[in-house]
């Protein structure tokens, strides 16, 4: 059973760079398989923020991609999310998911509040 | 880029009834359109892959049909823990999903 789970700081201050992981189980990172982002803002809908692949391709969304750095540790069996300059906008449950060669959102850990204080 | 627009944004129906809620894509998408549930304080659930195939697991009540820029969710028989928000995501290009549907009973 493939399982993830989304670790990093709750809290993150305006203007200061939001950092996140995502450790996978029951699957390897180096799977054809994509490793995503998705976050919700409180009562809004679901975004797509980035992608990335085993091999180092990656894919973000265009309205936030100036801000955000994607990476995958093959060691770890891990990934992570970087999203710099933030403000109360990227208030948001961050999620991570596992993306078939489909294009399947298949596996998704709980997901993780992120607060952007002032 | 490319954009999901889904209607209604909210419905309320009663326990039986036959539910259907549309995306429609700003470009054809082929059938590269999934539906997912999501459930307040829930990861989404993945209901419906390539607009109409059923994930394992899933109730037959659910189906997907459409393709191109039109897609269509029905629940043919509304049951109380269908209560959900329901969005659909395309595949075609970098993912994108609609801005959900709240289905209420």
């Known amino acids: 059973q493939v399982q993830l789970q989304e670790s990093g700081p709750g809290l993150v201050k305006s203007s200061g760079t939001l950092s996140l992981t995502c450790g996978v189980s029951?699957?390897?990172?180096?799977?054809?398989?994509?490793w995503s982002w998705v976050r919700q803002p409180p009562g809004k809908g679901l975004e797509w923020i980035a992608e990335i692949h085993h091999s180092g391709s990656s894919n973000y969304n265009p309205s936030l991609k100036s801000r955000l750095t994607i990476s995958v540790d093959k060691s770890k069996n891990q990934f992570s999310l970087k999203v710099t300059s933030v403000t109360a906008a990227d208030t948001a449950v961050y999620y991570c998911?596992?993306?078939?060669?489909?294009?399947?959102?298949?596996?998704w850990g709980q997901g993780t509040l992120v607060t952007v204080s002032s | 880029d490319i954009q999901m627009t889904q209607s209604p944004s909210s419905l309320s129906a009663s326990e039986g009834d036959r539910v259907t809620i549309t995306c429609r894509a700003s470009?054809?998408?082929?059938?590269?359109l999934n539906w997912y549930q999501q459930k307040p304080g829930k990861a989404p659930k993945v209901l419906i892959y390539s607009a109409s195939s059923l994930q394992s697991g899933v109730p037959s009540r659910f189906s997907g049909s459409g393709s191109g820029t039109d897609f269509t969710l029905t629940i043919s028989s509304l049951q109380p823990e269908d209560s959900a928000t329901y969005y659909c995501q395309q595949c075609y290009s970098t993912p994108a999903f609609g801005q959900g549907t709240k289905v209420e009973i």
């Open positions: 029951g699957d390897s990172i180096s799977s054809s398989n994509w």
């Open positions: 998911a596992k993306k078939t060669m489909v294009g399947i959102f298949d596996y």
């Open positions: 470009q054809s998408i082929n059938n590269c």
